[in-house]
Structure formats: C-alpha cells, structure tokens
Nanobody, 125 residues
Framework: QVQLVESGGGLVQAGGSLRLSCAAS????????MGWFRQAPGKEREFVAA????????LYADSVKGRFTISRDSAKNTVYLQMNSLKPEDTAVYYC??????????????????WGQGTQVTVSS
C-alpha cells in the first residue's frame, strides 16, 4: 500500500517558521516528482511547491516564493517544506502528493494520484 504521511504542522504566530515533512512508504519515490498543496476552509486546493526526483528543479507558487523552500531526501523517502515568514493567509491544511515521473503540470492537483492525509497549519496574527 502506497502511503504518504505529513507531519510538522501546528500553530505559529505571524512571522514565525514551521517545517513540514512528508514520509513516503510502500514504494520508492526517488524517481517521482513530489508536490505540496494546501486547502483553506471554503477554498479550492491550491499548489504550493514541487520538486523533481533529483531535487534540481523546483517550482513555487507566487504567494510563497522567497518564503518557502521545498527539499527532499531520497534516501529517506522524505520531502520537506520549510516555511518562513508565515502569514495568516498561509493558514490551511497542507498536503503532500506524488504520482508523476515528469515535471509537467506539477501545479495541478490532477497530475498527482497519491495524497497524504494532510497536516493543519494555523498562523495567528
């Protein structure tokens, strides 16, 4: 059974930092693109960041560029999302996802077929 498990969410004040982790099990994800998405109450799921299996190529949503950093440790089958300078509008459930070997359409949820259960991030003002 392929599984993604996120961790690291929590409550933080505006301007603070959090690091999310996504641990993959069930198969080797070292050749797959990994993505982070988020969903706030009443809103659609939106793209946050993605990274190729080599870690060389990354893509960020404009809203998080310069504040968030995606990285991966393929030996540990884990992808990370370092979030700095957090804002109240970053409050959402954050999901990691995988399922594509190519770095195309990585901003669309339809590109991915394996999702984690999500971790809540709340940023207070």
């Amino acid at each position: 059974q392929v599984q993604l498990v996120e961790s690291g969410g929590g409550l933080v004040q505006a301007g603070g930092s959090l690091r999310l982790s996504c641990a993959a099990s069930g198969r080797t994800f070292s050749s797959y693109t990994m993505g982070w998405f988020r969903q706030a109450p009443g809103k659609e799921r939106e793209f946050v960041a993605a990274i190729t299996w080599t870690g060389v190529n990354t893509l960020y949503a404009d809203s998080v560029k310069g504040r968030f950093t995606i990285s991966r440790d393929s030996a540990k089958n884990t992808v990370y999302l370092q979030m700095n300078s957090l804002k109240p509008e970053d409050t959402a459930v954050y999901y990691c996802a995988t399922g594509t070997r190519v770095f195309l359409g990585v901003g669309s949820p339809r590109t991915y077929d394996v999702w984690g259960q999500g971790t809540q991030v709340t940023v207070s003002s």
